[in-house]
């Protein structure tokens, strides 16, 4: 988090409605610009999205890692959505 001044709450928020908006580093951009774009449409994923992973830093143990958790979290989205799990409330509460 860049900005000291923010409230670290007001910061995730921002971060989570739009990341494009947020004050954070190159790294970090690209790593949610390919989790973003394989859970939106994994058809258009490319070498290259790997690519610019590597060019700016991070290693292939990396890259492995923020794919498995961004699959992860799309597999088990689906997984509830599909069975019709209801959320318990105190995530409708956040």
């Not at 739009?18 to 994994?42: F, G, V």
């Amino acid at each position: 988090m860049a900005n000291r001044d923010m409230d670290v709450d007001a910061w995730v928020q921002q971060l989570a409605v739009n990341y494009h908006a947020t004050d954070i580093d190159d790294r970090d951009r690209a790593m949610l610009d390919y989790a973003a774009k394989l859970t939106a449409e994994p058809w258009k994923m490319v070498e290259e999205d790997v690519i610019a992973l590597r060019n700016i830093g991070f290693s292939d143990a990396a890259i492995l890692d923020i794919n498995q958790v961004t699959a992860y979290y799309a597999f088990a989205n689906r997984l509830v959505d599909g069975l019709g799990v209801e959320l318990e409330p105190f995530w409708e509460q956040s």
